[in-house]
């Protein structure tokens, strides 16, 4: 699997995720985000963000309360919620914002 | 990617009968084929990276290691008469309708090739006992079909000879594994956890700011300096816990009740960096080598940080590594207290602190959840737990029913040593098996639309990690909503009052 990103092919694993985190762009975010049927408002853009903002401190993706909790600070309560967050990705805050962030799919028994 | 893959629109809402057995529909499951391992997942676990060029000759050879090696395997192997007992006994036969999702099938895929090589009719005479070559295509079919087993034991509690399939599936996924065919959702994961300590590949740095973030939840909700201590030398306690209790919902909620219930307790307790993993995949892919490997971290961390005790939290396989194997894998633990059991779960601890009056309880605050108990397959089967025969029905039940006012049990032949399993177990959680594990979880949603048809039952408590995820995400699939699964240990949290506690009533104020 691969994504075309304004003619340059990035390469990814059995599911989407991108192998090379370093080849993320907003620009290929919006690629995926498309590629799973996500259309991206401000409000995706800002959990998308924070992730990333996240994964660089940490090395990992936030606990999904760390990520509704930063949210409904930035955002208030009508968004940062759990429930929201799944309207907003329906595949789950967790994987497939991760997807969308460019950063690897959280393993285990989550 | 659409949110669930193919398939999942066609899983029935409604069902009715938990044991109906299906029509049956050959080869129905046949093109469900779990991804497979790259080498950077096999090579850590020490099996070869890809398929090794003389892998019949190895597969056979690791075959007849096994049934030498492990008396219970070659019995197994030997025994079965195709009485039947089994054949509709496994969840995803009854979900699914493919025939080799049978127990006796799954047994045979092995079986007849163990036949062949291993037995004087199947030698002469293969023919004549169904006995059959390796094939390349018969490796596919064990690839396909032993990922199609949680390992949930329930068939063999039918089993009038006692064959247990899940140590046939753990024997063929080893058998995969030494010829490089590996898993890559179970063989990433262990290859993960040793580098970082837990499936999650969660640092002690993340895992510092995760429980500092939760501190803080706790203190605004009840006014308490409540811990989570991490890496404290010195404490009584260590806490082993699934690395979805920092991670995931209702998880985590599991994890702030263990503090709670800690906190009242006046207990000095911690969690370690180094062990920040209950879960011990290496069972799954039945490798004694990686079971034990995982296992000793528990004893180097509890040496480390010099406890008297350990307590597992809330995940399901664990408890049966840690109840039935941790003292051969890594024992013997004679530096620890040993008038406290080695190991203990988390529910023998609340339970006794129910009893000896420790937790002040408000059992009205679960008053809007009307709640029912799903038996994990590795517990119940696996385990016992307690000073009492049972006590791993029974203990979680009494917590239950400690801290809710409105508990019902689901039908008697689906719950306790008859529990249905999740559909997720056995290293089957992955989302690429998505199809499966809705079908899988179909018994088990079956029996519970029963109860809550009866009695107005809402919502489903477990205490395994692997339960709590796949339930959240079938249960949209069969009308429930997916926080209708909860933790025991959040149902804990929600009605216990700690001393000098200040509710937090106003949501806006934070």
């Given amino acids: 699997m691969s994504y075309d990103v304004n003619g340059q092919t990035v390469e990814t694993d059995e599911e989407g995720y991108i192998t090379n985190l370093s080849e993320w762009t907003p620009d290929l975010g919006a690629v995926i985000a498309k590629a799973e049927d996500v259309d991206m408002t401000d409000e995706h853009w800002a959990v998308v963000n924070f992730l990333r903002d996240y994964y660089e401190e940490y090395q990992i993706a936030p606990a999904v309360r760390v990520l509704i909790k930063a949210i409904k600070k930035s955002l208030g309560k009508e968004v940062g919620n759990n429930k929201y967050m799944y309207e907003l990705f329906p595949y789950g805050p967790a994987k497939q914002a991760c997807k969308i962030a460019g950063l690897p799919k959280p393993t285990g028994c989550v | ?510």
């Avoid at chain 2, 195709?82 to 079986?111: E, I, W």
């Avoid at chain 2, 088990?444 to 205490?463: K, N, P």
Wanted: net charge negative; charged share 25%.
């Fill in chain 2, 1 to 510: 990617m659409a949110p669930l893959d193919k398939n999942t629109d066609e899983a029935p809402k409604i069902v009715g009968d938990p044991f109906k057995i299906p029509d049956m529909e050959c080869g129905a499951m046949a093109d469900t084929h779990t991804f497979e391992a790259a080498p950077e997942h096999n090579e850590p676990l020490g099996f070869p990276g890809e398929l090794v060029d003389n892998w019949k000759e190895v597969a056979i050879a690791k075959m007849g290691e096994l049934a030498e090696k492990n008396r219970a395997f070659k019995v197994y192997l030997d025994t079965c008469v195709k009485c039947g007992a089994c054949t509709d006994k496994c969840h995803y036969f009854l979900g699914s309708g493919d025939p080799k999702n049978m127990p006796v099938a799954r047994q045979d895929l092995l079986r007849s090739v163990y036949r062949r090589y291993y037995t004087f009719a199947g030698r002469n005479f293969p023919w004549l006992v169904g006995a059959r070559d390796l094939t390349k295509e018969v490796l596919d079919e064990w690839y396909t079909y032993y990922h199609q087993c949680s390992q949930c034991r329930r068939c063999s509690v039918a089993c009038p000879y006692g064959i247990d399939t899940a140590e046939i599936s753990m024997a063929a996924r080893e058998i995969l594994d030494s010829v490089g065919v590996g898993q890559k959702y179970c063989n990433e994961i262990i290859a993960k956890l040793k580098k970082t300590g837990n499936n999650l590949g969660l640092n002690p740095k993340a895992l510092r700011a995760t429980l500092e973030d939760l501190e803080e939840d706790l203190e605004d909700e009840t006014g308490i300096a409540v811990k989570l201590p991490l890496d404290v030398k010195g404490a009584d306690i260590l806490l082993i816990t699934p690395s979805a209790d920092f991670f995931a919902e209702p998880h985590i909620d599991g994890l702030l009740g263990y503090a709670k219930v800690f906190h009242a307790a006046g207990v000095s307790w911690t969690i370690s960096s180094y062990a920040s993993e209950a879960a011990n995949f290496g069972m799954f892919i039945g490798s004694y080598e990686n079971m034990r490997e995982v296992s000793w971290r528990i004893r180097q961390a509890a040496k480390d940080l010099g406890v008297k005790r350990i307590i597992f939290g809330e995940c399901g396989h664990a408890w049966r590594v840690g109840y039935s194997f941790l003292n051969t894998l890594a024992g013997p633990f004679d530096f620890l207290d040993q008038n406290y059991p080695i190991p203990q779960h988390i529910m023998e601890f609340t339970s006794d602190a129910l009893d000896e009056g420790i937790l002040k309880i408000d059992k009205s605050r679960n008053d809007e959840f009307r709640m029912t108990y799903h038996d994990s397959c590795n517990v119940a089967r696996g385990s016992a737990m307690g000073r009492k025969e049972g006590g791993q029905f029974d203990l979680p039940r009494k917590v239950l029913k400690a801290v809710c006012n409105h508990f019902y049990d689901m039908e008697q032949d689906t719950i306790r040593e008859n529990t249905f399993c999740c559909g997720g177990g056995g290293g089957l959680l992955t989302d690429d098996l998505m199809d499966l594990r809705i079908k899988g979880a179909k018994p088990r949603m079956t029996a519970l639309q029963q109860v809550s048809e009866d009695h107005g039952v809402t919502h489903m408590a477990a205490i395994c990690a692997i339960c709590k995820t796949q339930f959240s995400k079938v249960m949209p699939k069969y009308g429930y909503e997916m926080d209708s699964i909860m933790s025991v240990h959040q149902l804990v949290a929600n009605a216990v009052i700690l001393d000098g506690q200040v509710d937090d009533d106003d949501e806006d104020d934070d």
